[in-house]
């Protein structure tokens, strides 16, 4: 079976309601958990790949890590760059026939990230890829200066839903990553864990007044960073701080009953494998098989894939609408 286009599982998502979920693939464990787990809760996946990915594994081996995944599974999967920096790395991606890809120019000037982004999707539509592309910073609500609540500041961090219009139409994107208090990593908020999911209603109902329909929209920075994993890998010899923080699941729900139709997580993929690998060490210190360690590792990682699917995107079930 090839891979599956992006925008074929965006459509079905947004009529099924539920979100996909985008993982993070850097080696052949993860990307078997992730895939053993879509293939038994009958789940279409995206997997994502970046820049860091791309340099640590090299890419031809993930393309053909992921032609085995593809060809040993019936799941619809589709592949798409995660934060890629240039038109460069995004032409790259496009032409190893990715099915989407994001360009991620949301630090350049406004003006400046509709130009780079137009860019790409004038290439990519020419070669059957859609684009993700990002407006808005992902600093964290613990930078929001205040701006949460406040949805029609234009100059802040987080995405304005006036101006996402005006970034859609310009740019021609197919999908927006946007910024409500959302970071990456395993320490995304201090004090009260929150998204501003009253600014992302706005913003889903601009795009959807200015005539874009149900337009799709990205949620990056959505590990929830279980407290029990962090708390394993300490008991394990590791040294997280004690203020890890992540996106409460039930703000992931709302998010994606809003139209958060893709939805980033790479940070408890980490954790979840961390957690499993310190435990096997810290148990058995005699081990040097990296089978014994990184099987486990493989496990931990797919019983939270299989739980961010069933209870939290709820995308499990769609595979074969
Ligand atoms: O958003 C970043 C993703 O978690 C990928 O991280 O650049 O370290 O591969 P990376
Ligand atoms: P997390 O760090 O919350 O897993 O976010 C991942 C992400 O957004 C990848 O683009
Ligand atoms: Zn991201």
């Known amino acids: ?179 409500i208090g959302n970071s990456h990593g395993a320490y995304k908020f201090k004090g009260e864990q929150h998204l501003d999911l009253e600014r992302l209603k706005l913003i889903k109902k601009a795009l959807m007044d200015a005539g874009m329909g149900d337009y799709p929209l990205v949620l990056h920075g959505a590990s929830s960073v279980p407290k029990e994993l962090a708390e394993e890998i300490n008991k394990y010899g590791g040294k997280l701080g004690l203020d890890t923080a992540g996106v409460p699941e039930a703000d992931i729900e709302v998010a994606r009953r809003t139209g958060c139709t893709k939805v980033n997580i790479d940070t408890d993929l980490r954790l979840a494998m961390t957690a499993a690998i310190r435990k096997v060490l810290w148990e058995n210190p005699k081990e040097f098989d990296p089978r014994k360690f990184l099987g486990p590792a493989r496990n931990k990682v797919k019983d939270l894939v299989r739980h961010k699917i069933k209870d939290v995107l709820c995308c499990a079930g769609h595979a074969f609408d």
């Open 1 to 179: 079976m090839p891979l599956t286009h992006t925008r074929e599982l965006f459509s079905k998502a947004l009529k099924g309601k539920y979100a996909l979920g985008a993982f993070n693939v850097n080696n052949m464990e993860l990307l078997q958990a992730i895939i053993e787990a879509c293939e038994e809760e009958k789940a279409p996946v995206m997997l994502q790949i970046s820049k860091g990915a791309r340099q640590y594994a090299n890419p031809v081996y993930l393309k053909k890590l992921i032609e085995a995944a593809v060809s040993l599974s019936t799941i619809p999967i589709a592949v798409h760059l995660d934060h890629g920096d240039s038109f460069e790395l995004c032409k790259e991606c496009i032409d190893e026939g990715f099915t989407s890809v994001m360009i991620d120019a949301s630090h350049e000037p406004f003006e400046k990230n509709v130009e780079i982004t137009k860019k790409v999707v004038e290439y990519a539509h020419k070669y059957n890829c859609v684009v993700e592309s990002e407006l808005g910073h992902l600093v964290g609500a613990q930078f929001d200066e205040g701006e949460e609540g406040g949805a029609h500041s234009v100059s802040g961090h987080y995405t304005n839903p006036e101006e996402a219009v005006k970034f859609v139409q310009e740019s021609g994107c197919d999908s927006l990553a946007v910024a």
